[in-house]
């Protein structure tokens, strides 16, 4: 399995991926109220909280797929900043960043016209420019790491939901994202079918890739990821370690959250 | 004489019929798929003059877009043949027919499919042509052929314009008989035959695309 | 173009809105039997129903237009332009309204019904005060539709001599050479004329969906 290069002194306390007091608002109301992060490269964040937070928005400003207020985004060299000082980044700017990163959605959004091999490779001929035997030569290596080898023929309404997005991850990973954003991948899925989302999940983070994800599988949280962020109405009302997030809360609002969720 | 001894002499005229649906849609289509993209365009000139096309050509009977073509041209000093003026009323109504057919199908492609497809940095132009038309174009066959058998039966009003399609030749040969009702059935059962298989055709194509999605 | 011409052509308004009001109250009234039929019981019935619709939507309007107004005479039956553009696109316009109906009595759940007949109504009350209510509201937007549809098909009697919009204007083209000018103002009278139905059809629409919470 290939591991993930850390880029050159990235180890050090310099972000690799850094989100500028994001901030997105629709009229008076501020979905996400100046939201900033940043990841070191390899770390794996976990943003929790209730629905209606502004987690999936601020998740989909990184990504520019929800254009932010104001805020600015920088992944490794590459950063693009929008607001009122700002000139509207072009189309240019915006699909170079997002070359680099790789997002899973909720409802997965497979091509339902493309076979799982072709829904892989699709991407890395248009974006990477590379050609059709090389690309699928990739593809048919991804599904194999999500376990999927068998299914490249076979077209997404023949996959159970749990194998729609293993190939989904397959998909994002085959451009070489520098991170993945997971925008509650496990939402749509039955519990024991998420699972095997998430054990792929999990070996992801172990082979050292930055992994943003947005979810409400508790255990994924604590166990996985080296940063818990919860957000209420917008904002980040509590980030740090696991342990001190999930079992000792500062904050009165996380209480509420993690007892609501975790049933103590 | 029997209705059925008039069906050969309708032959020409199913020709000149087939013709006249085939060159439209042919060209109809196309034009429809370009002015479909043209109404959500961020120019707003364009956006007018597709909307403009758009709704002309389904405001307005086929009849009386006939009648501007063949009859008003001319007035500009412009003259074009009953097959030509047919061509285009034909070509144009077909455009805006199928321009919102075409529309409602690329409005029917999920927002997910887009966004996966922007997420993973493809360009409009690549995310259009690879992800969103082909759901689209699958969406869109089975309306777009009931579309083309309608158009065959359309062709029918080109009469007024003395192009020998069915109806003429019905009419010529009506007069000579003077056997209206025979002559008429028999184009009717020209009609119904190219029309019945053809519905059937588009049904089965239905069932067949709707398997995989 | 001059004011004795615009009057005339403005004469033909006349001729086009009786035709299509005429032959859609006739397919309203016509559909509803042809529609109920259809979900007879009795196969035979259903097959014959079927039958008459697709025969009639198999063969264009102005085949049907001809046949009844240059072929029935042969068979001793003689009608008048008007009537029979109004008979032929009549009966047309019951094979689609039937059509019509027929989506919006599927659209009633079967509870209606099953309540009714569990509170003692008899069918006709039933049909009556329960189920067409209902049905008219599901289908207004699609018949008015169907009825711009009309509008434009009542152009077909200019093709037999009726002098309504588009037989006027063929007329004054013939008479002044001037065909732009009179083509595209009846066009401009068709799009007049069905912008007002056009408009209701909308606003039907948005409201029958606002109130029974329909996407």
Known sequence: ????????????????????????????????????????????????????????????????????????????DRSVAVGPDHATPSRKDLAALRRNVGMVFQSFNLFPHLTA????????ERVLGRSRQEADERSRALLARVGLKDKADSYPSRCSGGQQQRIAIARALALDPAVMLFDEPTSALDPEVGM??????????????????VTHEMAFARDVSDRVVVMVDGAVVEDGSPEVVMSDPTNARTRQFLSAVLGR | MKWTEYLPELASGLGVALRLTGLSLLLGFPLGLVLAKLTDSRVRALRLVAV???????????????YLVYQGLPQVGLTA????????????????????????????????????????????????????????????????????VQWFQFTSLAYVITLPEIMQAAYLLGT????????????GFLYAAVTIPASGLVSLVEKRLSRHL | MNTQSLVYLLGGVVGTLVITGAAFAIGAVLGAPVAWAQRSRFFPVRALIRTYVEIIRAVPPLVWIFVVFFGLPEVGVSLQPLTAAIVTLG?????????????????????????????????????????????????????????????????????????????RANAETQRTGL??????????????????LAAMSRRLDSRIRARYAMT
């Open chain 1, 1 to 76: 399995m290939d591991k993930y290069d850390t880029p050159q002194g990235s180890a050090g306390p310099a972000a690799f991926v850094r989100a500028a007091n994001i901030v997105k608002a629709y009229g008076d109301h501020r979905a996400v109220d100046d939201v900033s992060m940043d990841l070191k490269a390899g770390e794996v964040v976990s943003i929790i909280g209730p629905s209606g937070a502004g987690k999936s928005t601020f998740l989909r400003c990184l990504n520019f797929l929800e254009m932010p207020t104001a805020g600015a985004v920088t992944i490794g």
């Open chain 1, 117 to 124: 091999l072709r829904n892989i490779s699709l991407p890395q």
């Open chain 1, 196 to 213: 095997e989302v998430l054990a792929v999940m999990r070996e992801l983070a172990g082979d050292g890739m930055t992994m943003v994800v």
């Open chain 2, 52 to 66: 403009g096309l758009v709704e002309i050509g389904r405001g307005l009977p086929l009849l009386v877009l006939l």
């Open chain 2, 81 to 148: 043949t009953a097959m030509v003026s047919a061509v285009a009323a034909f070509t144009w109504s077909a455009a805006a027919y199928s321009a919102e057919v075409i529309r409602a199908c690329l409005v029917a492609v999920p927002v997910g499919q887009r966004e996966a497809a922007i997420a993973a940095g493809m360009s409009d132009r690549d995310t259009f042509r690879f992800v969103i038309l082909p759901q689209a174009a699958r969406l869109a066959v089975p309306p777009l052929m009931n579309l083309a």
């Open chain 2, 176 to 187: 000579v008989n003077f056997d209206y009702l025979s002559v008429f059935l028999a184009a």
């Open chain 3, 91 to 167: 009966v047309i316009a019951s094979s689609y309204l039937a059509e019509i109906y027929r989506g919006g009595l599927a659209a009633i759940h079967r509870g209606q019904w099953e309540a009714c007949a569990a509170l003692g109504m008899s069918g006709l009350d039933t049909a009556r005060h329960v189920v067409a209510p209902q049905v008219l509201r599901v289908i207004l937007p699609t018949a008015a539709t169907y009825l711009i549809g009309l509008l434009k098909d009542s152009a077909l009697a200019s093709a037999i001599g009726v002098a309504e919009i588009a037989f």
């Open chain 3, 179 to 196: 065909g732009l000018t009179f083509f595209v103002a009846a066009g401009v009278l068709y799009v007049l004329l069905s912008l007002p």
